[in-house]
């Protein structure tokens, strides 16, 4: 009886070893991710300020570290940083909805989604979305450049313009933007109580404001690109 408990306890130990690495590890991802998305939203807003400007932005991200990296050395190790962490994001959330999924029977489950937010049940569908967008996404500015007005792809700001011309381009950037704001306004606080950021008060408040201030910036910043040339703002 005493090695069957002591074998029971020690698995269960494991098992909670585990989850909290995994936890750990999309709350590390997901910082990784909001790093980049806060410095791609700025290189976005660049498009404020004309062709000439956003394509040398553009060019300018190629030849960072040159001579000492090849052209698009830093590119392609931001790229496999990020793909790195998308692989190990993806596992986790994956993993930890299994577990979630075995273990719903519980009280404690059902008691725990009774009390969740709104930005907490999107988590799923919503990085599912933003899977298939980024995967989009690469494809019409980065892998396969593909300009749905049938212009040019050669030149990044024309492409990005020809690109949101087109208002169903742009309602998908949308909808993506919006799933992108519940991810990180959640995400955000997830990570600060996954790293035990969040022990007092005063600290839970603040990572809260923070979910919500990076997930109103971030969006915010990146849906203005695509509304204003929809408007005109934004043009040849």
């Known amino acids: 009886m005493t090695d069957v408990a002591t074998t029971t306890l020690v698995k269960n130990s494991r098992s909670t070893r585990s989850t909290i690495a995994l936890k750990i590890l999309m709350a590390v991802t997901g910082l990784v991710f909001i790093a980049y998305v806060l410095l791609h939203m700025y290189g976005n807003l660049k498009a404020f300020a004309g062709h000439d400007s956003f394509n040398a932005y553009a060019e300018h991200l190629r030849v960072i570290g040159e001579p000492i990296l090849p052209r698009e050395g830093l590119l392609w190790i931001v790229r496999v940083v ?54 989009w996404h690469l494809l019409n500015f980065t892998v396969g450049k593909v300009n749905v007005s049938g212009g040019a792809t050669n030149d990044p700001y024309n492409l990005l313009v020809d690109s949101f011309s087109v208002w169903w381009l742009t309602l998908i950037y949308l909808v993506a933007m919006f799933m992108l704001a519940t991810h990180l306004h959640h995400g955000v606080w997830s990570a600060g109580q996954t790293l035990g950021l969040t022990n007092t008060a005063s600290s839970r408040a603040a990572w809260k404001r923070a979910g919500l201030v990076v997930a109103v910036v971030v969006a915010g910043g990146f849906a203005a690109v695509p509304v204003s040339v929809l408007l005109g703002v934004i043009d040849k």
Request: no cysteine; charged share 15%; glycine share 8%.
């Open 82 to 135: 990020l793909l790195l962490s998308l692989v190990g994001h993806v596992y986790a959330a994956v993993t930890l909805w299994r577990r979630a999924s075995t273990a719903r029977g519980s009280k404690y489950v059902v008691k725990k989604n009774k009390h969740s937010s709104f930005s907490s049940h999107l988590m799923r569908w919503g990085g599912l979305t933003l899977l298939l967008f980024i995967v």
